[in-house]
């Protein structure tokens, strides 16, 4: 296939400020973790699937399999999808007060606050299998 660029876990992206490896990004729609450190404006590679350790809201608790999103203004994971990205799901339990949480990073881009309940039906694109994307 002629027009195939890369498989897409990882992309190089424009860092929007200042990264140290390991910190999660947002940029528009996209989020991911920086896999090496960048200043601003410098190429910047960023993971877009995997499981990782990230920031949450201290105060939230939530069980495996939760949805999370990221909240810009506390720069951290939310379970609160209002004006929020969804990016990944809780692969354990997380408590309150914690900073911390595993999540496995969904690699989608969908718009913002869009939870799982109000998610358009694209079983179509899955064929038989009727799973939501």
């Not at 424009?14 to 190429?43: C, E, R, Y």
């Not at 506390?74 to 354990?92: E, K, M, Y």
Request: charged share 15%.
């Amino acid at each position: 296939m002629k027009n195939f660029i890369q498989p897409g876990e990882t992309i190089t992206i424009t860092a929007p400020h200042d990264l140290k490896s390991g910190s999660p990004v947002m940029l528009g729609s996209i989020f991911g973790v920086a896999t090496n450190d960048a200043l601003k404006d410098q190429d910047l590679e960023l993971t877009l699937t995997g499981v990782f350790s990230l920031p949450k809201v201290a105060t939230e608790s939530w069980t495996t399999g939760t949805l999370l999103y990221w909240n810009e203004v506390a720069n951290a994971l939310t379970s609160i999808a209002d004006n929020n990205q969804l990016v990944g799901v809780a692969i354990t339990r997380a408590a309150s007060p914690s900073s911390t949480t595993i999540t496995r990073l969904n690699a989608t881009f969908l718009p913002r606050g869009l939870s799982d309940a109000s998610a358009p039906d694209h079983s179509i694109l899955n064929g038989a299998s009727g799973l939501k994307l």
